[in-house]
Structures are given as C-alpha cells and as structure tokens.
C-alpha cells in the first residue's frame, strides 16, 4: 500500500476518525469466554476485550476502553476482523497487519498505541507475551 500522497493521508485520518467516533463491536459480552484488558503504560489508555469462543471459531467480539483515537480505532478494525474468524487464522495476525489496516504512517511514539488490541488479542485469546511488542 502507498502511504504516499496528502489526499491518501486526508482518506485515512477521516477513516481512523470513523473508527473512532462510531466503534465497531464497542461494550462487552454477557458472558465472554476469555475476557481481558490491557493498558498502554506510556498515557494509561485502556483496551480490553471480551471473546465469544465456539468450536475454535471467535463468534463474537467486543472491545471497551478509553485512549486516542489511533488506539481505539485500531481496536474497533481489529474487532470487526476477528468476527467470525478461526483462533488458528486470528493467531496470525501480526503487527504489520494490524499498522497496515490504520493506512497511515504510525510515529514511533504512537506504536504503542496502535498495537495495544493486538497485545489484548494475544496475551488475552493466546497466553503469549508480547515479544514483538517492545521493537523498536
Ligand atoms: Fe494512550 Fe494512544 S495516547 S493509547
């Protein structure tokens, strides 16, 4: 993908906006299979997220929290993608793919930011630390 033009950049940042001022798959579930919360310790930004787990598939999602928009619009991108999907596909999600469904190019200072869902997704669905997540 190009991060490449003004125009592009104008597309993206109303897309995150979107994201942001009318989440996807925002509250919680009634009664979640794994529930779990993570906090960004650079600002103290919460996301969390609720899965409903059936037969290896996430049936449903929903994620609460509170932050910048970068975080909890990447949080909403990431709901409405796990949505219906394999836990084997889920686990492959990474962090490129994550960066790459915000569109716009993420400073170093907001990574932590941007990645806070997909550390919820991994340490809370999979038990896995977060390796990836203190590059830099
Ligand atoms: Fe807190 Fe982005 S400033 S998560």
Do not use: W
Request: net charge negative.
């Amino acid at each position: 993908m190009s991060t490449g033009t003004a125009a592009d950049d104008q597309f993206y940042r109303e897309y995150i906006l979107d994201h942001y001022k009318n989440p996807r798959n925002f509250g919680r579930l009634e009664k979640p299979d794994i529930t779990h919360e993570e906090d960004n310790p650079l600002c103290g930004d919460v996301v969390g997220m609720d899965f409903k787990v059936t037969d290896g598939v996430i049936e449903d999602v929903r994620f609460h929290g509170r932050g910048c928009a970068i975080s909890q619009a990447s949080a909403s991108l990431l709901t409405e993608r796990l949505k219906g999907m394999a836990l084997e596909d889920a686990k492959k999600i990474d962090k490129h793919d994550v960066l790459g469904e915000l569109g716009i190019e993420i400073s170093p200072a907001r990574i932590k930011c941007a990645l806070l869902s997909l550390k919820v997704l991994k340490v809370g669905a999979y038990g896995l630390a977060d390796e990836d997540e203190d590059e830099e």
